[in-house]
């Protein structure tokens, strides 16, 4: 598997799994903070933050390097209501909302090229020895022909 296109969707997915549980525990009612923590434990995908470090700090630096840029603006998102004391729940849904389609789509769009990938590798699986077991007997004959002479 080519881990160029593999590593944005093992991030999409422990991403994914990181923004349901934070949705879980921020519908519940917990604050941020700790509903990152928790979140944390069950992924792989963030650091533990530093007991110093404040949320803001943490979705800032999130904001600024996460490794795909097209959600590095969920984190500003977060940071800007957190810093208000909005609601969190709605947008932390949303989140993971569409997450779980981007990568519905990619799933998709994968599907769509297997078809041609399966047939390529079959052809290239079975068209060699068909084409020796139909030459062959013409091969052999030219052969015996071309011998007479």
């Known amino acids: 598997m080519d881990t160029s296109k593999s590593k944005p969707v093992l991030l999409k997915k422990e991403l994914l799994l990181f923004f ?9 009612g917990y604050d ?18 530093d007991s110093h470090q404040s949320m803001n700090t943490v979705l800032q630096n ?4 996460f490794g795909l840029k097209s959600y590095r603006y969920t984190f500003g998102v977060l940071r800007h209501l957190y810093h208000r004391g909005a609601s969190l729940t709605p947008a932390v849904q949303a989140f993971s909302r569409t997450l779980r389609r981007d990568l519905e789509r990619d799933f998709e769009a994968h599907l769509r090229t297997a078809p041609t990938r399966a047939n390529l590798c ?3 699986f ?8 139909i030459l062959f007997p013409f091969l052999e004959h030219l052969r015996q022909v071309l011998s007479q002479f």
């Open 126 to 133: 079975f068209l060699p020895p068909a084409l020796v077991l």
């Open 20 to 28: 349901d549980i934070l949705a879980l525990y921020v519908s519940v």
């Open 32 to 49: 941020l903070s700790y509903a990152w923590n928790e979140a944390i434990k069950s992924s792989e995908l963030f650091q533990r933050p």
């Open 62 to 65: 999130l904001e600024s390097s």
């Open 122 to 124: 079959l052809l290239f």
